[in-house]
């Protein structure tokens, strides 16, 4: 099983990235996927989560109304595209898999799989 995340990079203020996080030896569809990002200095926080099936996503209060998590279930990859980025989005981003039915949670402590991550720098 391995994740990938992938679609970091610079970005000015304001701007827009999508990140996406493919998967091999995993189907994703039959999984909660969360994104969760880690600050230089701070602890990994979780972003968002997409459950299966049509389970609403759940956003972290700070990037509500900026970011929208999706699924490609052909692609076995699941999107997060983040818009109105700010300075404080900077972060290694990662995604990883938790139980279907713990499809409500950005607790670190139900998820696995942990691929690598991919940096999102904003700044002017």
């Known amino acids: 099983v391995q994740l990938q995340a992938s679609g970091g990079g610079l970005v000015q203020p304001g701007g827009s990235l999508r990140l996406s996080c493919a998967a091999s030896?995993?189907?994703?569809?039959?999984?909660?996927i969360g994104w969760f990002r880690q600050a230089p200095g701070e602890e990994r926080e979780g972003v968002s989560c997409?459950?299966?099936?049509?389970?609403?996503?759940v956003y972290a209060d700070s990037v509500k109304g900026r970011f929208t998590i999706s699924r490609d279930n052909a692609k076995n990859t699941v999107y997060l595209q983040m818009n109105s980025l700010k300075p404080e989005d900077t972060a290694v981003y990662y995604c990883?898999?938790?139980?279907?039915?713990?499809?409500?949670?950005?607790?670190?402590?139900?998820?696995?799989?942990w691929g690598q991550g991919t940096l999102v720098t904003v700044s002017s």
């Open positions: 997409i459950g299966t099936r049509d389970r609403t996503p």
């Open positions: 990883a898999t938790a139980p279907s039915h713990r499809w409500g949670t950005l607790a670190r402590y139900y998820y696995s799989n």
């Open positions: 030896g995993i189907t994703l569809e039959d999984y909660t």
